[in-house]
């Protein structure tokens, strides 16, 4: 098989042709796109689908086509009634470090829009789940994630009231909760974590503020404290075409 010289490490071998050499219409639009976004900046605006048509003579529906895959890929956004750049990825490590850690290293500014704090007892199934007693006060903490005011993800914290039975009154929802919990002395010992693609019920898109067909990243996480008792369940819901998650793997 013919690898180009050029081709990136980690690219599609030979850019996604098949085998048979028959490209789809679509495709062949897509790469040319994929070129032209290289050579825009970030939130430069991309020529409006007649003129794509037009230049790459193939139908419109052709150019939408491929426009959708870049869009859900990440590498572009919708603004207003056209479509503009979008920026790279966030990188946000597996590990026990928290989002705004990860945010932060990226040159982004981190924040957080609080949509509940609750309390209510704990489920047979999140006791099941994290060792917590069944019927003990547990708080649940929601939040819309934001990088630089943008809507990024949703993350929903359940903790039991006696670990931290002041929550609602000394934390600051918009700031980090792992640093909250050093804070009152509670240090992290391990975490089971899960990964898998979702699709954003109707409520989560709406309060991340994405389409529901757009793919979601979701990580659930079950934390226990240096002595091994349970600590925490979060849920959170990552946007596909703004998230990438990086780990390193020894032998």
Known sequence: MDYPNDQAPGAPVRHGIPEHGRIPKYYAVKARLDVLIGELGEGDPL????DLSESYEVARETVRQAIRELVLEGKLRRQGRGTVVAGPKLEQPLSLASYTEGVRRQGRTPGRTLVTLDRFPCSAALAAETGLERGEPVWHLERVLLADDERVGLESTYVAVARVPRLDADFDPDSSFYAFLHGQGIAFGDADERIETVLATPREALLIGT????????IHRVSRDSEGRPLERVRSLYRGDRFSFTTRLRG
Do not use: D, I
């Open 47 to 50: 020529p409006t689908e007649r």
């Open 211 to 218: 389409p529901p067909a757009l793919p979601m990243l979701l």
